[in-house]
């Protein structure tokens, strides 16, 4: 299993931004599909963006054209750069890694987490 430690938390205030990391260790991280979900209090966790091995990303609807999943496999790192942050973003993200070329939106589906990185969003 691929080892993930989360970064780039904090508080901003509404309208803000903030760059999240995860870096990896353990097993080449070019071979697994990553993603970043989220939990708010008394929320489940949920999905927020994935990349696949070769690129390929996804967004959920709430965070299109605001967050953007990038990864950099030179430096076994994925990134999730979040704009125009609202109150409604504040939860713990966290990072997860998923063995396979392709990335899906299911978090049973990932055999590697982070320790999680709290963002809070002030109004």
């Known amino acids: 299993q691929v080892q993930l430690v989360e970064s780039g938390g904090g508080l901003v205030q509404a309208g803000g931004s903030l760059r999240l990391s995860c870096a990896a260790s353990g097993r080449t991280f070019s071979s697994y599909a990553m993603a970043w979900f989220r939990q708010a209090p008394g929320k489940e966790r949920d999905i927020v963006a994935a990349?696949?091995?070769?690129?390929?990303?996804y967004h959920t609807d709430s965070v299109k054209g605001r967050f953007t999943i990038s990864r950099d496999n030179a430096k076994s790192m994925v990134f999730l750069q979040m704009n125009s942050l609202e109150p409604e973003d504040t939860a713990v993200y966290y990072c997860a890694a998923r063995l396979s070329p392709y990335h899906t939106l299911d978090g049973r589906d990932y055999g590697s987490w982070g320790q999680g990185t709290q963002v809070t969003v002030s109004s």
């Open positions: 990349i696949s091995r070769s690129g390929g990303t």
